[in-house]
């Protein structure tokens, strides 16, 4: 009953959607003002409906209702409550409700607050996300429908993945969804505006609190995404460049210059196009970047699932929304006549800057994360963009965006005066220098330390840049200091969310430069009673409880105690559990912080010898980085709460219901010689869609590849039914044997590729044992690896290999086809290949391919 | 008791649709320049605000304040080009409510009936382990296993054992079985339980796995009937027909004449031998051969 009609109202919200889409739009258009007003019931009715369903889905897995697909395989009764509810969103439908679910929010939220809203641009802008709504609603229905029962149910369900049972999952998902889809406002205005042919000052005002709330939302979503990984995967760092990463940070950087851009527009009538060109980037490279995880195109340690068919599906709303939309673009943006003129030096042309090298730096990370798909395709051979690539490229662009963040602000409007501005700012130069200085004399001269004093010079100068623009502003040293408070009170909230948003950068900053410049790890075997050093703090391991019993794990848990001087400074209790449900390994990491530095402890495999691999990371500023985030979402907030957000609406006066239509009518009429003057001069604002046609056109070929191996492969690989290549290669571990063509034959054999330096191997390695388990023979290859590294991480995460070889300089890796790490083949007993998993294996490839395939190569 | 439920939703989503379409009389409106001059209007006070601080010199002042005018201006210019025709026609908004009247159910009622399994109850866990005989065992089982991993001892991890095997979960019986014979029930009885538990976990194949429990069983007691049938099923499996036979003949010469399992070992023999075209009396009876230990 409850399930039904969660499916009945998730069809019905297809429809509504629909007609929201159509009938406000059209009324719009010509001037029908009771079509118009269809839009605030249908946005009302639509949140209704979704909120409805959403609501039966967690409905479903609160009371475990094995009759629901999707409970069977994201639940289990043992789970506990919080992550049945959470559970919901694990899974690919679950979270695409989700995503809807705050999308006809915000839809929502439109139609409540959007009383300042002419009638014909919020009927518009509702039309516009009743379109975004339609889409996904019908992706869900038709590819992803949560609601697919089944009978009879089984006794119990699967349950679900042990990474996703974390608090992280309650809160990181809602945010990072609120600000992806926050950016669908942005886009629906933009779109609004296209139609309507109108954008000025107040469309900027208008869009502008929209662009924040989804600003907010998303640096905090990106910011807990970062932090959960930190204290969940166990490997000691917080940003690894992985594609599901660069998929948040891209549309962060592009929003971040909407929000910016939108000022401009807003304060001075111009960089209008611009504005309108960011907001549909924005919220395409939101799309594209669940394009990209979830059609399995790219992988990743982060993306739970994945499936090439909806690939196809996600590609089509992408094209649809981004192609049309570069469309009107290219039709209306070239007619946007450019308001007030400025000087390069200026507010605005600071602001610009920090436009452009915000969108470099977008467009880099979209370079970086796809270049491997493109050099493959060009045949020029397989390679991996790593960390190396954006560390050298982002930190220039990022580095005169913050010398100019500081200055900036202390331009005024239209011309400034760079000199007085850099006059005001000497105190602040001093205190950067100081720092630099400060940073060299503690840590000596090396390029480390050289790095990490440049960076903490750029942190010091935009924090007490920020500070002293605003003691300027209230003038603390030139007036009394009463005079200044009184000052302070009336400097609009909008200009302190600015001050405090860039010190939080800065805090950022500083965090990420310490994290760098001073990191500590050490890895060992310790047993029971020993102590060792790591920078500074003594740590004795006192023992193991191999008897710690969760509600639905049993987990060994090791005891550390860390001094500092002598002096206790914290217990602290890593643990290894193993889950019942799905049976799957997880180690939980501890974490002692003083809001400084992080303590960082992993508890490793025994050796068998009565020993423990244990893993000690020093974090320094580590906490600094996640406390700067959550004060630059604060400064938003600050602003957001500004009053100049909330203009009233106009008094309304009394008239007949059709005279609403002049609000509207112009554009139809002046709309025909605007596209002809535009199709002639405005060829320029044509390149973003062509550069997009040649981009879609490229992933449908990606695509389709991808769809014709039986696992979301990267490559098809030509190696399928073909004997496994020649090799004869060392030993990894001095005492086990090496690995050579012939040993692959007479069984059936994975041979997994592997490296220590790769992040998806960590999550692949509990999924080895499921391998093992079913009696698969299991050989492992270390790729491009150094063996002192690889015998580390086996001795960390345990080693489910029969025999590891070594393929340092990694030919072996390409004569397999070998694109990047981890991928695995499955070898017959005459040692031919016959299946290739690309990435990570999943404990569904494992159960319901390589299983049933090894046992009937097996026969 | 759906349909009410789903006509209801309908019903109420749709009036909310009509309600702006079939509403009479005058509505409150304003034209768009009166949206844009509450903005406009705005900035001059910040701008007048600002000038007062003396966050902004008169100068600058002056040319912010023109250009917010320059704007209200050109608002009030597109205004006036464009005061075309209005509507509000009572047609168009009627032929509106109709089409969404018809089109909202008759659309959401097609597609429910392709995707939706009407009429299938909601089967919450809690109501069937009410009612469900198999949920009750698997969640008793549950339980079960909860206590010997706590106090773990052989008796239980048989009946636990017995309780999956009830339930169909093999992988999980097997374990069971050999955890019993690890904590000491070495008996001919239980190693061939767990023989025949990894044969159904492996669809009926008598895998080297569960010779080796049968082995076991054997070694405990050479006459333990089960591993004896598993083994001629090994051999015919093997397609060694007439030593699969000559297992099971030696396994029906011991049987008692009651004994539950001579029908269907009769059954056995006369099939093989009709597929391997011997007569079965011709085949002399022997005891499995057990592997090397």
Known sequence: MVVETGLFALILALFIAAIQAVVPLIGASRGEASWMNVDRPAAAVLFALVTLSFGALMWAHVTSDFSVLNVIQNSHTDKPLLYKITGVWGSHEGSMMLWTFILTLYGMAVAVFGSNLPPGLRARVLSVQAMIAFGFILFILLTSNPFTRVY?????????????????????????????????????????????????????????????????????????????????????????????????????????????????????????????????????????????????????????????????????????????????????????????????ISREGGLLFNNVLLSIAAATILLGTLYPLFVDALGLGKISVGPPYFNTVFVPLMAPMILIMAIGPFLSWRRGDLEGALARLKLTFGVAVVTITVTVLIAGISSRALWASLGFGLAAWLFFGSLAEWSGRVGLFRRSFGDAMHRARHVPRSVYGMTIAHMGLAIVLAGITGSLAWKTEKLQVMRPGDSIMVAGYQIEFTGVDNDVKGPNYTASRATFIARKDGRFVAKMQPERRVYTNPPQDKSTVAIH???????????????????????????????????????????????LSDRRHRIGAPIKKTRIASSVAAATAPTAGAAPSIEKKALLRGWIYLLPLLAFIVLAGFFIHRLQLASEGDTPNLIPSVMINKPAPAFNLPPLLADRPGLKTADLKGKVTLVDFFASWCV????????????????????????????TDAKAWLAELGDPYQAVASDMHGQTGINFGVYGVPESYLVDKNGVIRFKQTGPLTPEVVRDKLIPLAEKLER | MYLVVFAALTILSVSALLYPLLRRGPSATVTRADYDNAVYRSQLAEVVQEAERGLMNQEQADAARTEIHRRMLSTAAVEKKGATGTRGSRRASLAAAIAIALSVPTG??????????????????????????????????????????????????????????????????????????????????????????????NDGAVVPDAINAFAHALQVDAREPRARYYFGLAAAQAHEWRRAVAIWRDLEKDSAANAPWLPILRQHIAAYAKAGGFDPASITPEPPLLPNP
Request: aromatic share 14%; charged share 15%.
């Open chain 1, 152 to 344: 009879p149910p089984p006794l119990n369900g699967e349950g679900l993945n042990p990474l996703l049972q974390d608090p992280g999952l309650a809160f990181h998902p809602p945010f990072l969804y609120l600000g992806y889809v926050g950016f669908s406002m942005a886009f629906s205005f933009a779109i609004a505006a296209l139609i309507d042919g109108r954008v000025d000052a107040a469309w900027a005002r208008w869009v502008r609190p929209w662009t924040l709330v989804a600003w907010c939302a998303l640096t905090l979503g990106v910011a807990m995404g970062s932090w959960w990984s930190y204290y969940t995967l166990g490997w000691g760092g917080y940003w690894a460049w992985d594609p599901v990463e660069n998929a948040s940070l891209m549309p962060w950087l592009a929003g971040t210059a909407l929000l910016h851009s939108a000022i401009v527009a807003e304060k001075r009538d111009t960089l209008k196009a611009w504005t309108i060109f960011l907001a549909i980037i924005t919220f395409s490279l939101s799309l594209l970047g669940t394009f990209l995880v979830r059609s399995g195109v790219l992988t990743s340690v982060h993306s739970f699932a994945v499936d090439p068919q909806r690939g196809v599906f996600i590609l089509l709303l992408l094209t649809l929304f981004t192609g049309a939309s570069l469309f009107l673009f290219a039709l209306r943006a070239p007619a946007l006549k450019a308001g007030g003129l400025f000087a390069p």
């Open chain 1, 593 to 639: 912080t003083n809001f400084i530095d992080d303590l960082y402890a992993v508890f490793g495999e025994p050796d068998g010898k009565g020993g423990f691999v244990t893993h000690f990371f020093l974090n320094p500023l580590v906490p600094w980085i996640f406390f700067g985030a959550v004060v630059m979402v604060f400064g938003g907030m600050v602003s």
């Open chain 1, 760 to 787: 998806p191997c960590r999550a692949e390695h509990p999924v080895l044992r499921l391998v093992a388990q079913a009696g698969i023979r299991l050989v492992g290859i270390n790729y491009k690896d150094k063996p």
């Open chain 2, 108 to 201: 959401a009622g097609l597609l429910y009936a392709a995707i939706g399994s009407p009429g299938m109850p909601d089967q919450p866990y809690a109501e069937r382990l009410k009612r469900d005989p198999n949920v009750m065992i698997a969640s008793a089982a549950r339980k079960l296993a909860a206590q010997l991993a706590n106090k773990p001892n052989a008796t239980g991890y048989l009946r636990l054992a017995e309780i999956y095997f009830y339930l169909h979960d093999y992988g999980r019986s097997a374990t069971a079985y050999q955890q019993a014979i690890d904590l000491g029930d070495k008996s001919a009885g239980t190693w061939s339980q767990l023989g025949e538990t990894i044969v159904m976990a």
